[in-house]
């Protein structure tokens, strides 16, 4: 079945780069979908990031838009986030998704991984 | 940009009691990329109803979603004990491209 797995560091120094990978299996990076990025700050709601599709075309939520940059890497069929001058605020569960081509929702999600930034 | 406001923010209902759970968008959207999501705690969330009405892949039938104009219901019959999380409705607009979800609504055990 197809799975999600995040990875990277779960600490960031303020105005530092967040860097995080979601590796894919049971799934090829370069199928009719797009993949996402989603956070959730300790106790609050979910917050949309951005998309990717393998070509390259990205979708960026307009508030994040100046400090986020997504990728894919088709050796490695995985994709990746990397958020730039970050704050406390961006302390939050990270995850990323799948967004099949059929539709315009999420099935299936990695578990999530915390990322603190704190000096 | 088009904001989903959940209601109720909290609802206590009983195992084998039905639940309705609604999420309103500011303005006029299409049903068709309307989805939602429960999480439990330390998990993360899980597709239940896309396209507004079309269950996901293993969702029982005791999950149906609908729509009429700005407001969408969750509906849940038969609550099972599993069933108690929190539930996010979800909303694509492609003009910009923005997935827009609302606050929550929290299922707990009477």
């Known amino acids: 079945q197809v799975q999600l797995q995040e990875s990277g560091p779960g600490l960031a120094k303020p105005s530092g780069t967040l860097s995080l990978s979601c590796a894919v299996s049971g799934d090829s990076i370069s199928s009719n979908n797009w993949w996402t990025w989603v956070r959730q700050p300790p106790g609050k709601g979910l917050e949309w990031i951005g998309e990717?599709?393998?070509?390259?075309?990205?979708n960026y939520n307009p508030s994040l838009r100046s400090r986020v940059s997504i990728s894919v890497d088709k050796s490695k069929n995985h994709f990746s986030l990397q958020l730039s001058s970050v704050t406390a605020a961006d302390t939050a569960f990270y995850f990323c998704?799948?967004?099949?081509?059929?539709?315009?929702?999420?099935?299936?999600w990695g578990q999530g991984t915390t990322v603190t930034v704190s000096s | 940009e088009i904001v989903l406001t959940q209601s109720p923010g909290t609802l206590s209902l009983s195992p084998g009691e039905s639940a309705t759970l609604s999420c309103r968008a500011s303005?006029?959207?299409?049903?068709?990329?309307l989805s939602w999501y429960q999480q439990k705690p330390g998990q993360a969330p899980r597709l239940l109803i896309y396209?507004?009405?079309s269950r996901a892949t293993g969702i029982p039938d005791r999950f149906s979603g609908s729509a009429s104009g700005t407001d969408f219901t969750l509906t849940i019959s038969r609550l099972e004990p599993e069933d108690f999380a929190v539930y996010y409705c979800q909303h694509y607009g492609s003009s910009p491209p923005m997935y827009t979800f609302g606050q929550g609504t929290k299922l707990e055990i009477k």
């Open positions: 396209s507004a009405s």
């Open positions: 998704a799948r967004i099949p081509s059929y539709s315009s929702c999420m099935d299936i």
């Open positions: 990717i599709f393998h070509s390259g075309t990205t």
């Open positions: 303005q006029s959207v299409s049903s068709s990329p």
